[in-house]
């Protein structure tokens, strides 16, 4: 019977399902209250709401956002 220690397995991390407003802000380097604009003007996904006072952004939504992003500034 082998006795040697075998190294543990990890899985890397699942990317978040819902970005809350400040991890978003941090993740895209602006502040919130420019998510909030973007929002009200309609060039950024809208919220989703949990809960009272429980919201934020389907992180599908905001990986859509980007790429449409990233692929105007490609054109």
């Not at 407003?21 to 009200?40: F, I, Q, S």
């Not at 709401?49 to 500034?73: I, M, Q, R, Y």
Request: charge should be positive; charged fraction near 20%; glycine fraction near 8%.
């Amino acid at each position: 019977m082998n006795t040697t220690p075998q190294p543990k397995r990890t899985t890397p991390a699942a990317p978040p399902l819902l970005y809350r407003p400040t991890e978003l802000a941090r993740l895209l380097a602006v502040g919130r209250t420019t998510l909030y604009a973007w929002e009200a003007a309609g060039t950024f996904p809208r919220r989703v709401n949990l809960a009272p006072g429980v919201a934020g952004w389907l992180a599908s939504d905001v990986t859509e956002w980007l790429e449409a992003k990233t692929g105007e500034g490609a054109q």
